[in-house]
């Protein structure tokens, strides 16, 4: 454990040694604001850090046995070979949360990274290499969108995998799971979210705003954690749209992602661009109103505007199934319970967000909410100390934290007798 611990710090040191190289290639990939993508590499460069650390942590146990002459050991080891399958809108980080914790378990990995960033998974193959990680370890097999399904099917069905780990929809990871299934792997998976936002009547509402755009709008809303849907008690939802409305013209910048004061990137395809589109249409028809935005922008057919609905119903489209998109609805609500019934409608949970003043509130809503992770007064609360996970279907088990590395470890139980 000691030498894993060792080879994974100096990978973590290699990444901070190149991590403007590493954050230009994130950009150039997925378009997001390069200060965001800078970001990115400090956030994925933790997790090596973390795990290095766990590596030496792995604790069994002896229990105390119920015969004199029996001796009660728990051991954990290695599940063996684990598939890690990551998504394109954290093409480094979303590989080292997984990785970081699979290389201190001891196990060997093969990534599958997604089809439109694999650059940024062959640049930290690179690393692990200089880091003297040994060959074979850390394999990467980038493949065409065409070769996804079979590929995939080929690295969650082949018996010599024990594990497998993904980012990803929803839809996607239940077909991974049927395909895990024919031979029992471990599995973990974080899948699609549909994070509500709750603004309460005794909210800090200029708080409440910067919370919304900063978790809403980074990476041009195309975060598995980003608000989906703004529920907004009736007492201040007025002064919270109309400064929400203020501050997304204000602070967003819509740009090329290599320009200093870019906020918000292209989206990452067409096809993006259209789910956006179809929401805020079918949104409009069914009676919201767009405070701001609402159409592609003018720099190119992947830029989209910022935009923020009002008059938004739970029979809307947008607050049925996630956007992934610059796209903020917000539902007017009256009463606690309400909001909690509406939040608690969907069949993912992921992360919650709320902001309230009011302690009583706070301990009622934070228990109450269907979500693994909750942000109060908070929108951005990611970090690698805390477990990242959901609940429902949005996927079984966690990553980073202390929790991270028992994804990767069988415990086992041996019995000494006779003695």
Not at 161 to 167: A, E, M, R, Y
Not at 259 to 288: F, M, R, Y
Not at 352 to 361: E, H, I, L, R
Request: charged content about 20%; proline content about 4%; overall charge neutral.
């Amino acid at each position: 454990s000691q030498e894993r611990s060792a080879r994974l710090r100096r990978w973590y040191e290699l990444m901070m040694e190149n991590k403007e190289e590493l954050a230009r290639i994130i950009t150039a990939e997925n378009g997001k604001p390069l200060k965001e993508a800078q970001g990115e590499i400090v956030y994925s460069a933790s997790f090596l850090e973390w795990f290095a650390e766990e590596a030496r942590r792995i604790y069994g146990d002896v229990i105390p046995a119920s015969a004199k002459d029996r001796r009660v050991l728990v051991l954990k080891q290695p599940v063996g070979v684990a598939t890690i399958i990551t998504p394109w809108n954290f093409p480094s980080a979303m590989i080292t949360r997984k990785v970081g914790a699979a290389l201190a378990a001891g196990c060997t990995v093969v990534v599958k990274p997604a089809e439109d960033t694999p650059l940024s998974a062959l640049a930290l193959g690179e690393l692990a290499n200089q880091a003297g990680i040994p060959p074979g370890v850390y394999n990467v097999v980038p493949c065409s969108r065409q070769q996804t399904a079979a590929v995939g099917e080929v690295l969650c069905t082949d018996p010599l995998v024990s594990k497998i780990s993904f980012t990803g929809s929803t839809a996607t990871g239940k077909i991974l799971l049927k395909h895990a299934a024919g031979t029992v792997k471990r599995v973990s998976m974080e899948l699609g979210g549909h994070a509500p936002f709750i603004v309460f009547d005794s909210a800090n509402v200029d708080r409440a705003v910067a919370g919304a755009l900063a978790s809403k709008y980074r990476n041009s809303g195309q975060t598995c954690v980003c608000t989906n849907r703004f529920l907004v008690q009736k007492g201040i939802h007025d002064e919270f749209v109309e400064k929400f409305a203020k501050a997304i013209e204000k602070e967003l910048h819509v740009g090329n992602g290599f320009d200093a004061k870019t906020t918000q990137g292209p989206l990452i395809n067409e096809k993006a661009v259209e789910k956006v589109e179809k929401h805020i249409k079918d949104a409009v028809s069914q009676g919201a109103s767009i405070v701001t935005g609402g159409k592609r922008h003018s720099l190119g057919k992947n830029f989209f505007e910022p935009t923020l609905l009002s008059n938004v119903t739970t029979k809307m489209l947008c607050t049925q199934e996630e956007t992934f998109g610059p796209l903020a609805p917000v539902i007017r609500f009256e009463t606690e319970a309400e909001a909690v019934a509406i939040a608690n409608a969907a069949n993912v949970g992921l992360a919650g967000y709320f902001y309230s003043q009011d302690p009583a509130q706070i301990w009622r809503v934070a228990e109450q909410l269907e979500v693994g992770m909750v942000g109060v007064n908070e929108g951005i609360i990611s970090s690698v100390e805390c477990p990242f996970g959901g609940v429902k279907e949005s996927g079984l088990g966690r990553e980073g934290s202390k929790y991270g590395i028992d994804e990767y470890l069988e415990i086992k139980y041996v019995c000494l007798g006779g003695l």
